[in-house]
């Protein structure tokens, strides 16, 4: 399938999963275009409400009765399954299939500045801060990004100019069929590992990646990560590095607020370009920011626009988003769910202020899970009571070979008070019982485990 295919505005699209966040900001991205759109999801959510509303053709549950012969291309993620019922039906009727990650590919060819920022963490939210630098500065961007953001009233931002800036994952590869003329790479880090075989098998996917950067482009990635030595060896294009203290850009004169917000100087080899509030906490943050400036460079971007973007962005949900606050105790999400993520969410949690921090987290997948067991068990020095929810196993199933009960052992044998409740309402009956007016309750974990939060504070 080549990139005319994106031009042919007759064209009719099917997604398979596509109330998913990746998904529906592609459909979006069709419908504005005048594309039509069709699409599938197990069950009906905003997204779904909102693609309709759109007049998207949306079925509930995937089935082969869905798919005709008026459809001309079925995209399909990574996490599909080759005997879906509807991908099946579309090969039996020669309907051209295409993963998620290569029709992005294909959208990408038609502009010039593609910014695609990867890494094992962070890129929901470094996505969203350089979304909010190139608004700024009326770039009128295409966005797409891994979570609900304000500015753009979603996940989705369809502009009309040769910019692009979307998220780029390495799970299965997918970052490898895009096309960025800025990549950024935030960190590499042992995940994923029910598809790469160690961690250097992940290392050389992001050198792949950086390879797809053509020499007139830029490499933007953290010089205080080790494996990026490898990275930058390797690469055939302007390389920018970055780090709190080290790399072309980095950080200095920090001082963290009440709320554990950064205000520091930025500096370009020993040449201070800018002052800097932020109003999202956390260490890890100042590393983000500092990644998001950096493309704002390579952009030539002003730097009163990349100060404006970056002091505007106050969090993405589902990213350290206080959700409210109920008899004195503040609630807090955050989607973290690899161990670096969590202790990462846990010191800026530290900084904010707080009696007793009350975590709740959940585990994301049977083989996350038993993949980086003694890291979990090791992430959580850092609150007062954690307890944990049952895994969530999204795409996988349930083999016995690990469970939560199991890592609550573990990390109570290190002296950390940790249970393992089964039950969401037991979970918020627990908390009520315990929590009290100073406490911070903060619920982490990339599935549900969000609405505890929810029902705690609706009680």
Known sequence: MSFDFIKDKNKKVHFIGIGGISMSGLAEILLNRGFKVSGSDMKSSPITDKLLADNAEIYIGQKKDNINEDIDLVVYTAAISEDNPELMRAKEL??????????????????????????????TTTTSMV??????????????????????????????????????????????????????????????????????????AFVQFSKLIPENGFLVCCAEDERMKNVISKSKCNVVTYGINIGDVTAKNIIFNKKGCAHFDVYKNNTKLLSLQLNVPGKHNILNALA?????????????????????????????????????????????????????????????????????????????????????????????????????????????????????????????????????????????????????????GAGDVFKIGEMYLKN
Request: charge should be negative; proline fraction near 3%.
């Open 94 to 123: 020669n309907i051209p299939t295409m993963t998620r990650a290569e029709f992005l590919g294909n959208i990408m060819k038609g502009h010039k500045f593609n910014v695609a920022i990867s890494g094992t963490h962070g890129k």
């Open 292 to 444: 998001s400036i950096c493309v704002g460079l390579t952009l030539s971007i002003p730097y009163q626009n990349i100060v404006n973007g970056l002091q505007e962005y106050k969090g993405t949900h589902r990213r350290f988003e206080i959700k409210g606050m109920k008899n004195g105790v503040t609630v807090i999400d955050d989607y973290a769910h690899h161990p670096t993520e969590i202790q990462a969410t846990l010191n800026a949690a530290k900084n904010y202020p707080h009696k007793k921090i009350f975590c709740v987290f959940q585990p994301h997948t049977y083989s996350r899970t038993i993949n980086l067991f003694k890291e979990f068990s090791e992430a959580f020095n850092d609150v007062d009571e954690l307890i944990l929810a049952d895994i969530y196993a999204a795409r996988e199933k349930d083999t016995g070979i690990v469970s939560s009960a199991m890592l609550s052992n573990k990390i109570s044998s290190l002296g950390v008070n940790c249970s393992n409740i089964n039950s969401f309402d037991e979970i918020v009956s627990h908390l009520e019982k315990n929590l009290q007016s100073g406490d911070v309750l903060l619920t982490v």
């Open 131 to 204: 979304s909010h630098i190139c608004l700024d500065a009326n770039l009128d961007p295409t966005i797409l990004v891994g979570g609900q953001l304000d500015a753009i009233d979603g996940n989705v931002r369809p502009g009309n100019s040769d910019y692009f800036i979307t998220e780029a994952c390495e799970y299965k590869g997918s970052f490898l069929k895009f096309f960025p003329y800025v990549g950024v790479i935030l960190n590499i880090d042992a995940d994923h590992l029910d598809y790469y075989k160690d961690i250097n098998d992940i290392e050389n």
